[in-house]
């Protein structure tokens, strides 16, 4: 498990892999499966530091994918990295605040 993350922390990884499987698919299902459980929590009455913390419990994972999309992007260099790049950060925004 541990690869895992180092390889993408070092840009290890192909970057298409990285970007398109890692984030948008595998980050974006975490996400909406925590949203779903906490509103799911939410309807049980359950506290609301419960419901929120099952929320934002991805939000580390996808800030680390994110830093390692642009670490791996900058190694590459050109327009799909740039691309690559401000697509992880709108990403993000996204998986935080919706």
């Given amino acids: 498990m541990t690869d895992f993350f180092r390889t993408r922390w ?14 948008l698919i595998v980050g974006t299902f975490l996400s909406i499966a925590s ?9 049980l ?33 050109g327009l799909k990295a740039q691309l690559m790049m401000l697509g992880s950060a709108i990403w993000l925004i996204a998986t935080v605040v919706v």
Avoid at 35 to 43: E, Y
Avoid at 57 to 77: D, M
């Fill in 45 to 77: 009455k359950l506290p609301l530091w419960l419901v929120l913390a099952v929320h934002f419990l991805p939000v580390p994972y996808n800030i680390f994918l994110t830093i390692a999309v642009w670490r791996t992007a900058e190694k590459s260099g």
């Fill in 35 to 43: 949203s779903a459980l906490a509103l799911i929590l939410l309807g």
């Fill in 10 to 23: 070092r840009g290890e990884v192909p970057p298409d892999r990285l970007f398109w499987r890692d984030m």
